[in-house]
């Protein structure tokens, strides 16, 4: 079974500074992962995803991440962050050789990320 | 493309009631997932469809619960004898399944208030 860690379930932040969500996962097997972002009262927007190759991986808004097998973590980074960017930040992983239903997406319990002025 | 929508987006209904939720998927995309999503929590899977035939189910989705996916295009999740307790953002999501990609595209959402 897979499980997935947010460690930080608030990150306050000031505008144009950098910020860094975390995240790990446990797994038995090889992995895909993912960030999705959730404002307020919508559904969740895929922010980016790594799948196999470069480890840092570069997604919408100017966020990246960068996957790191030894230490199970896709953590999540922005090097100035907008007002614009307070959302929900979730991070979830699937196995890629598993079905699409309970061994598909699981996600972590997220991150509100909160930027002040 | 125009992406994942549900219908309705808001849904405020008094316990005991019946309700019922559409999602009609990105185009031509084989795979439909129903999620519910809780108040500080991420979402959890409910279940899925490959093309028409619906191939699992969650330990969350009990007898009250059924979805449908009936000519593999859109999908209605229909909650019988509300509860409070199912109160929540259900989540749609569809994708293109093919070799080892399998990337998921989620809807805007479809909030329950159960009264």
């Known amino acids: 079974a897979q499980s997935v860690t947010q460690l930080d379930s608030q990150v306050p932040v000031f505008e144009e500074a950098p910020v860094e969500l975390r995240c790990n996962y446990s797994?038995?097997?090889?992995?895909?992962l993912f960030w999705y972002v959730q404002y307020p009262n919508q559904g969740l927007q895929l922010l980016l995803k790594?799948?196999?190759?470069?480890?840092l991986v570069k997604g919408i808004n100017g966020f990246e991440a960068e996957f790191n097998k030894s230490q199970t973590s896709f953590h999540l980074r922005k090097p100035s962050v907008h007002i614009s960017d307070t959302a929900e930040y979730f991070c979830?992983?699937?196995?890629?050789?598993?079905?699409?239903?309970?061994?598909?997406?699981?996600f972590g319990k997220g991150t509100h990320l909160i930027i002040q002025p | 493309d125009t992406g994942v929508s549900q219908d309705p987006r808001h849904k405020i209904t008094k316990r005991g009631q019946n309700v019922t939720f559409r999602c009609d998927p990105i185009s031509e995309h084989n795979r439909l997932y129903w999620y519910r999503q809780t108040l500080g929590q991420g979402p959890e899977f409910l279940t899925y469809f490959q093309n028409e035939a619906q191939l699992e189910k969650s330990r969350l989705l009990s007898d009250r619960f059924s979805a449908e996916r009936p000519k593999g295009s859109f999908s209605t999740l229909e909650i019988q004898r509300t509860e409070q307790g199912d109160s929540a953002m259900y989540l749609c999501?569809?994708?293109?399944?093919?070799?080892?990609?399998?990337?998921?595209?989620f809807g805007e959402g479809s909030w329950l208030t159960v009264v």
């Open positions: 999501a569809s994708s293109l399944a093919r070799g080892w990609e399998n990337t998921i595209y």
């Open positions: 790594y799948l196999s190759g470069s480890t």
């Open positions: 797994s038995s097997v090889s992995v895909y």
């Open positions: 979830a992983v699937t196995d890629p050789l598993g079905g699409g239903g309970a061994d598909g997406l699981t």
